[in-house]
Structure formats: C-alpha cells, structure tokens
C-alpha cells in the first residue's frame, strides 16, 4: 500500500551484506540509512525530538524548529518540519558548505548565518544564538539534540528493534560512531536488556576526543579531521560510553579510502563517516579468530561528498592522493 506521508518512509532502512571486501571470518552487515527521504540518519532524531516537543506541550502547530546545525539534523529538522507544518530556523557557523546552505533554504529553512571563530560563551557561538533566538521567538523550540533525550530513544525504539530482527537475532557486535552519541547510546540501551551479548565498538575520527578516552578514561586535547558528522572535542550530554567494548581510531585517509572502496566494490554511496565506520568494522572483523555477525551504518549518502572525498582533485590538494586525476583505488596514499 502506498505511505499516507514522507514521514512513514523515515526507518525501516534496508540491512546488506558486504559480500566483495574481505570480512575476515566475520559477516558484516551495512545498515543503509541513506535510504532516508532526508538521506540520513537524522530522519530518525527529527521525528522522535519534534514528537517529544509536541507531547510535552513545548511547540503548537504553525510553530518554529530552532536548532544549530548545518548538519543532517538541519535537513531532517527542515523536512520533517515540512511535513509537519513547522517553520525551522538553523544557526549555521558560515565555514559550512554552500551546497548543504542551498539545499536547506530550498527546503523552506529559515538560515541564520553566525561567526565560525569565537568558542561556546561568546553570543555569536551558534549554539548560543540559536538557544538565545528561541527564548526571543514565540511558540518555537530549541532541539537540541546534544542533549534532547529524545534523540537516544529514536535508536532505542527503532533502529535497536530493526537491527536485531534484520540479522534473525543473531548478531555479535555492532560498529558506529559518536557525534552527538545519540546512536550508540540508544543502542547500547536497547541491547544491554534485549541481547546483553552484542558488543558495541566505537569508530572514531584521528583527533577526536573519544577513543582515547574510551580507552584510558582521559580527557586530551583534540586535533582536526575532515570526516563529517562523527568525532568530538567533548563528551556530549547525553552520550553514554559506558557500553562501548573496543575503540577504533581512523585517520582521514583511511576513512576516504574505505569510502570510495565501498562505492567502487559494493556500489554504495556513502559518506565521510561511513568511510570511518566501515574501516573500523572491518579492522574489527579481520582481527576476530571465531566468526562473527557484525552490523555497521552508511550514516548518509554520498551525494555530498562529490565535490570533496569522490573528487580526485580535491583528494591530491588535501594530500589523499600521488596525483590529480589518479582515479583509482590503487593511487590512494595510505
Ligand atoms: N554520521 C553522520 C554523517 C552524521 O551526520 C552523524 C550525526 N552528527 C553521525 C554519523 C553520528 O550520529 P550521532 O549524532 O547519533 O552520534
């Protein structure tokens, strides 16, 4: 039967196997969230944190979404919002892409441009424009989603249940990444008490905060990456890495390379932090002596990235390749 609305085609994400790529004894799974209307994972959060805003009273219809992204979040807050009848407004700091910037206010979005130079406490920071422009706006509200407990349960509720029934119940471990950490803490929580066994590992961007501190407990100082969406200068509220079993770091170059390995053997297009995930999963299963049946993400689709990790001049200017034009995988610096 045909969906009633956009909305019902949020979830339900097709899970494939990667059948070209060695997995080591393992079976590796990807869990296609690209396939959202918005092309992310984010779909999902918008849905479960405008619900939670509606139900706790905090937004009425023809109100305002306010949040501080230029991220997939502000496209799925924007589409969702779309559907819902909500205007949204996104603070946005202005090193952001033009394409992401064109696609938002093609969408409706309201966008507010902010200094990408000053840090958290200072007024133009975009996060505290953004909470200062809702308590000025009526009738709208600030997602949030670094610490709305309505992202976390978007897992907890349906990406958890979805996983677990698309393997049959079998499965041994699942690999994602922390950017505001509302994955891998929803599924942490749905797998601590539905399937205690599933091990989750953490794939995190070279110069992030979070492996390290997974691993040793210590807080260090973070460097810089080009991966997308995924890897932090923090621990973000409500991020609970109490669960994660091993940590994997992934350098840029990696990353990319895995991604475009991804598009070129499996015909997947996939972005930057799918490249990190991928790469940590299969360092994960290469490294497993007994098989295992491992699920990772393709967190957003490719189509963003053409112009940056698929473009060969733009991989040579950024050190990624041994010559512009190379083209193939074999002329990849690792
Ligand atoms: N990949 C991409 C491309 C993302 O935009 C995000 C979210 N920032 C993630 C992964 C990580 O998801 P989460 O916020 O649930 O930690």
Known sequence: MAPASLLELIGNTPLLPITRIDTGPCELFIKLESQNPGGSIKDRIAVSMIDAAERDGRIRPGGTLIEATAGNTGLALALVGLAKGYRTKLVIPDKMSQEKIFHLRALGAEIIMTRSDVGKGHPEYYQDMAEAIAVR???S???NQFGNPANPDAHEKTTGPEIWAQTGERLDAVVCGVGSGGTLTGLTRYFRSNAPHVKMVLADPAGSVLAH?????EMTDAGAW?????G???VPPIADLSGVAEAYTIDDAESFATARELLATEGILAGSSSGTLLAAALRYCRSREQPERVVTF???SGNKYLSKMFNDFWMYDQGFLTHPAAGGLTDLVQ
Do not use: H, Q, S, W
Not at 226 to 230: A, H, K, R
């Open 137 to 139: 706006t009526p009738n």
């Open 141 to 143: 509200v600030y997602i």
């Open 213 to 217: 501190f997974v691993r040793t407990g």
């Open 226 to 230: 080009l991966v997308e969406g995924i």
């Open 232 to 234: 932090e200068d923090f």
């Open 298 to 300: 393709a967190c957003d």
